[in-house]
């Protein structure tokens, strides 16, 4: 089991950049996402990946982070097959919602599957197509979407068990912070783990919701291990979170500053 920090990490700007893309190519001091999109999206060529939607346009200093399988899509245990995406209630509608605030959303997601040798990127991005032509159908879509095949128990190359990138490691939350330009304590994060939760604290966060989809039921007895500064609470689903938590969001939606 991993320890939550008893601070944030306080990643800097080269931080962000070196420390998650390494030697891969950047283009005026920033990694160039848009690069990556008419290929397999795998910016490191093995076990990151990123698309870069909308916010190509929208950047700005707050964005909603989420988790995908158990927050967005329901859990069915290792998501390999597009025809198996089913968006759990109300979910569209929420981040529907939030692109209306024009405030980006930004699903962050491990798949240690990728790892594990259970599916391909190739089977992940056709999910993920699947995924966001589901919630184009609700007049919704995701701004950037990170995604980290990095795991402990993998196989070859991506046999790494403390992947910057692999949460509870804030690597993906503060590789969008570079990209979009965003101040993380305005963000806020929803998960069904502890992990993600704790992602968004040791990015810089200032809180976040644990749903009770997914895994959530069972992490909810763990959620006092999260620092106290970091206010995390307890919702049944992504919609009722973004319900509750409407006037955080509006502080930082564009022209309210």
């Not at 965003?182 to 200032?206: H, K, M, N, P, Q």
């Amino acid at each position: 089991m991993y320890q939550v920090l008893s601070h944030p990490m306080k990643g800097t700007r080269d931080v962000g950049s070196q420390l998650f893309f390494g030697d891969v190519k950047k283009k005026r001091g920033q990694f160039d996402f848009e690069e990556y999109n008419s290929a397999m999206g795998l910016i490191d060529g093995l076990g990151c990946w990123a698309r870069l939607g909308n916010a190509s346009t929208v950047r700005g200093a707050s964005a909603l982070f989420l988790d995908r399988d158990g927050v967005i899509v329901q859990e069915v245990g290792y998501l390999a097959r597009p025809e198996n995406v089913q968006l759990i209630e109300g979910a569209a509608s929420a981040i529907a919602h939030v692109n209306a605030l024009g405030i980006p959303v930004v699903a962050v997601s491990n798949q240690s599957g990728i790892a594990r040798g259970l599916y391909t990127w190739s089977d992940f991005q056709a999910v993920q197509d699947a995924l966001e032509q589901e919630l184009a159908r609700h007049s919704a879509h995701l701004d950037l979407v990170l995604a980290c095949g990095y795991y402990g128990v993998g196989h070859g190359k991506l046999n790494i068990a403390d992947h910057a990138w692999r949460k509870p490691r804030p690597g993906m939350l503060l590789a969008a912070r570079d990209q979009l330009k965003l101040d993380l304590e305005t963000c806020f994060i929803v998960g069904d783990r502890i992990s993600d939760l704790e992602a968004g604290y040791r990015a810089g966060l200032r809180r976040g919701s644990l749903v009770r989809t997914g895994y959530g039921s069972e992490a909810e007895t763990r959620l006092a291990e999260l620092p106290s500064r970091f206010f995390a609470s307890t919702v049944n689903s992504l919609a009722e979170a973004i319900e509750q938590n409407s006037a955080f969001l509006l502080q930082s939606a564009p022209g309210v500053r």
